[in-house]
């Protein structure tokens, strides 16, 4: 994979290393469209398990700067100045479970006041935010670190 490693800039903000330049654009969406925000890699890591499973169409993401196409055999990432990159999905839940675990790394900000669920972890609030909001569990639950098979409530 291109993408060597994922961290926090001086801001505080999400950043990647790479080796391989192709691979910039899923960085690029990875660390700037899904940011910080569990609620958006939740929905990444359903599109991404609802393709790879066959239950889902592809699916459109339209963010900031990049629009995101998953289809079963690709994600496609089309810039806002119309120049695309393709990555098979293989590849992209590969990359996208690990930024997941990075998330889960970031500390919050001890200056921030959270309303949603102050008594769960952030990543559990969202996870139970997520499932109310499309009524049904998450693909990944027990699946992967931070999305517990069982619980919270």
């Given amino acids: 994979m291109g993408i060597t490693r994922y961290y926090v800039d001086q801001y505080g903000s999400p950043e990647f290393d790479f080796d391989d330049k192709h691979y910039v654009k899923l960085g690029v969406w990875l660390t700037m469209e899904i940011g910080a925000k569990f609620a958006v890699a939740l929905d990444a890591l359903d599109s991404v ?55 889960l790394t970031r500390s919050p900000s001890p200056d921030t006041t959270r309303v949603l669920r102050p008594d769960l972890p952030e990543h559990e609030a969202y996870l139970l ?25």
């Fill in 49 to 103: 398990s609802e393709v790879l499973e066959g239950s889902g169409a592809s699916g459109d993401w339209e963010g900031e700067s990049v629009e995101a196409t998953f289809t079963p055999t690709e994600l496609i990432l089309i810039d806002y100045d119309g120049t695309e990159a393709r990555y098979p999905i293989a590849e992209v839940k590969t990359e996208l479970e690990r930024y997941w675990r990075f998330l």
């Fill in 129 to 153: 935010q997520w499932e109310q909001t499309w009524d049904k569990r998450h693909p990944y639950r027990g699946r992967i670190e931070g999305i517990p098979a069982h619980g919270p409530e």
